[in-house]
């Protein structure tokens, strides 16, 4: 109709089970398509559920088992929503000998009662030069402190 400002209409939003469906189906011809699909669930979730797991074995004609098996052998695949900020704290050489254990123990005692923040180990950013190195909630830090975790911790609202 001219002149009519109305939006036009928009399609309901997918389930998160015809999503994960898709995203398995638009990987199927992959070589080893699995690890691709698994991926593509933890990027735009940011997680793997337990009801993702048969739709995606139901794709690739796997068992459930078979897909299961895959995504608890890696670390990187949540199986648990992810908290609303994530400390990762460098566990890898050069980092332990600046003294990232003991940065990492504290962390961890200081947000140990705090479901909002994970604290998570890493090993190795690329970083080394400027150990102990970090993330906070993905931004890259070297010469990592529980006072600058604590700085920014303090302007999160919990
Ligand atoms: S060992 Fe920590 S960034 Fe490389």
Redesign the pocket.
Known sequence: MPGSSAAPPTAPPASRADRVRALATDRLTLRGPLLPILHAVMDEFGWIAEEDLPIIADVLNLSRADVHGVVTFYHDFRRTPPPAHRVQI???????AVG?QGLYEAATDRFADDTTIEVAEV??????A????GTIDGHLLGRLTLDRIDAAAAGWSR
């Open positions: 460098c566990r890898g050489e050069a980092c332990q990232a090993f190795c950013l690329g970083n080394c400027l150990g102990p190195s």
